[in-house]
């Protein structure tokens, strides 16, 4: 069975940073897709930033720059450093994996694509 389980979350100012963390257990990091999704109130689910098994990183536009995906295969593990922080980056960010499928464009709406529970980042002005 697949859990997924974030932490790392917490209120910053602007300008801060924060360092997600996922810890997966029940598939193989290495063989993953995994990626990081966040969701305001009131507004859609959108992507952060992804990994796949073939080396694919895909980040949002709103994002690039500022945080960086990285996966620890040793620990299975998924991270979101999250520097230069806005008020905009607040979010609960949910990571996802998919341990079946590389990376596409509508992979987050696969059944396959395992969510976890969702780490709330609040950034203050």
């Known amino acids: 069975q697949v859990q997924l389980v974030e932490s790392g979350g917490g209120s910053v100012q602007a300008g801060g940073s924060l360092r997600l963390s996922c810890q997966a257990s029940?598939?193989?990091?290495?063989?993953?897709?995994m990626g990081w999704f966040r969701q305001a109130p009131g507004k859609e689910r959108e992507g952060v930033a992804v990994?796949?098994?073939?080396?694919?990183?895909v980040y949002a536009d709103s994002v690039k720059g500022r945080f960086t995906v990285s996966l620890d295969y040793a620990k299975n593990t998924l991270y979101l450093q999250m520097n230069s922080l806005k008020p905009e980056d607040t979010a609960m960010y949910y990571c996802?994996?998919?341990?079946?499928?590389?990376?596409?464009?509508?992979?987050?709406?696969?059944?396959?694509?395992?969510w976890g529970q969702g780490t709330q980042v609040t950034v203050s002005s």
């Open positions: 990994i796949d098994s073939d080396g694919i990183v």
């Open positions: 996802a994996a998919n341990p079946y499928r590389s990376y596409s464009d509508s992979w987050q709406n696969l059944r396959s694509t395992y």
């Open positions: 029940g598939l193989t990091s290495s063989t993953s897709c």
